[in-house]
């Protein structure tokens, strides 16, 4: 009994893991990204507000949360900044406060699932 209920809560852990797309790996090429983002200069130019956390378990579901990872093997996503915003799959704008990520155009969700 003890160990099923163990199994079960392992691999609902694992599951909630697997839906949340907010572990970021910035590559340097960009063939190694499976989205190209674009850094808009202001807050209604982007599609996405995004709040850097500095711990990985600050994260949530695709709110806009990113933890950046060192290693692209860690990430969720590997993303490539471009330097012009029709290159970008997603623009995004890097808010001060958490409490201001979120999606402005929930259409492009689909990017980071």
């Known amino acids: 009994m003890k160990k099923t209920i163990y199994l079960t809560l ?8 697997k839906i949340t797309a ?4 910035s590559a340097a090429n960009q063939n190694q990204a499976s989205i190209k983002v674009f850094v808009a200069e202001y807050e209604n130019q982007a599609d996405l507000k995004v709040y850097k956390v500095p711990y990985q378990n600050q994260i949530s ?3 806009g ?3 950046f990872t060192q290693y692209s093997n860690q990430a969720d996503k590997i ?7 029709n290159q970008a799959d997603l623009k995004i704008f ?3 406060y958490a409490n201001q990520a ?6 492009k969700m689909h990017l980071l699932y």
């Open 10 to 17: 392992l691999f609902s852990i694992i599951g909630v893991n």
């Open 22 to 25: 907010q572990k970021v790996f």
């Open 61 to 63: 579901k695709n709110e």
């Open 65 to 67: 949360k990113w933890y």
């Open 79 to 85: 993303v490539y900044f471009v330097k012009y915003s």
């Open 94 to 96: 890097f808010v001060k």
């Open 102 to 107: 979120g999606w402005i155009n929930k259409s």
